[in-house]
């Protein structure tokens, strides 16, 4: 009996120690999920979101999409030759132990046709993929 008990803690012990060790995109931290309201007339909106990456292993966010979007593109804006652009992304980095912020004036997601007319309060769900395989339904809240 003794032996059994002290297997099945090892067993337990080893699973729980492979899951944090693993630390793959189900352990990211996704926080801030945001888009900014805009009129209806505009046929694009911008995704901001943080995520924190609390493994050591490097992951990537390497595509998005959204019930309530044709397509949903991962942009950075830069300034080229003192003019403001969007440089489209193929991939974002999210560093062990570090981040990635997505925010106004950087690093976003760009959302194209919305199916519906999104207003402060609402709340779409974007799927998040990343380079492990693993994806996240995240809520995003519309604000002004
Ligand atoms: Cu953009």
Redesign the pocket.
Known sequence: MMIRKYSLFTALALTLFSALAQAGSEQLEIRDAWIKQLPPVVP?R?GYVTIVNPGTTPLRLVAASGEDFDRV?M?E?QTVDGTMK?L?REFFDIPPKGSLRLQPGGK?L?LFDPARPLVAGDKTEIELQFDDGGSRRVPFEIKP
């Open positions: 694009v911008a593109e942009h804006t969007m489209r976003h760009m």
